[in-house]
């Protein structure tokens, strides 16, 4: 599914969202879902809304996000490795609407 929206919107489109709540489950049939088998995921970006729940529910609090988009592993680490590394986390609370914090590929 998604590499087929990638493919009929190339022109029009310059990045697509793949937009996931932060702490839940991301499972390889999740991936399926979201992504399907093929290319088109280089040009997404992961946005993890309810980021402000990382800083609540980390334990370490010297992690960044970086730090923890590293750490990942299974079907969330693999979307995010085909996303080449781009990755949002998004503050539901904040007042001023901004993004928490990213991660990117040097480009």
């Known amino acids: 599914m998604f590499q087929n929206v990638v493919e009929d919107n190339l022109d029009s489109a310059h990045i697509f ?3 996931r709540c932060y702490g839940e489950r991301f499972t390889e049939e999740d991936q399926a879902k979201t992504c399907g ?4 995921t280089e040009h997404a970006v992961v946005v993890l809304s309810y980021g402000d729940n990382f800083v609540r529910n980390t334990e370490d609090d ?9 750490n990942q592993s299974g079907a969330l680490a693999d979307l995010w490795t085909r996303c080449e590394k781009w990755a949002l986390s998004a503050d539901n609370r904040a007042l001023d609407g901004r993004f928490k914090d990213y991660v990117g590929a040097d480009k």
């Open 17 to 19: 969202l793949i937009v």
């Open 62 to 70: 010297n992690l960044t996000f970086s730090q923890w988009c590293e």
């Open 37 to 40: 088998q093929g290319s088109g």
